[in-house]
């Protein structure tokens, strides 16, 4: 592996150590999360869920740009 190689892969692995989760009472159901991240937020009548966790860089990043897009900040991520 190239050096730059190892260090994108040691990368992906740190970032994916977070857990994100949606504290429900914050969530107005605007939809942006699961605009963004479709694979890993869905909307229902109570607000947004979380269908599983990311699993890959791709979809982390996803997460972080809904967390970020979030207008009430309900989206939060803890890192192990």
């Given at each position: 592996?190239?050096?730059?190689?190892?260090?994108?892969?040691?990368?992906?692995?740190?970032?994916?150590?977070?857990?994100?989760?949606?504290?429900?009472?914050?969530?107005?159901?605007c939809a942006s999360c699961s605009t963004?991240?479709?694979?890993?937020?869905?909307?229902?009548?109570?607000?947004?869920?979380?269908?599983?966790?990311?699993?890959?860089?791709?979809?982390?990043?996803?997460?972080?740009?809904?967390?970020?897009?979030?207008?009430?900040?309900?989206?939060v991520c803890c890192y192990d």
């Amino acid at each position: 592996m190239e050096p730059q190689s190892l260090a994108s892969h040691r990368e992906a692995q740190f970032e994916l150590s977070g857990h994100f989760s949606v504290m429900g009472d914050d969530c107005i159901k605007c939809a942006s999360c699961s605009t963004l991240a479709p694979a890993i937020f869905h909307i229902e009548t109570d607000g947004a869920h979380i269908t599983r966790q990311p699993a890959d860089a791709i979809e982390f990043k996803e997460c972080q740009a809904a967390m970020i897009n979030c207008p009430t900040s309900a989206i939060v991520c803890c890192y192990d």
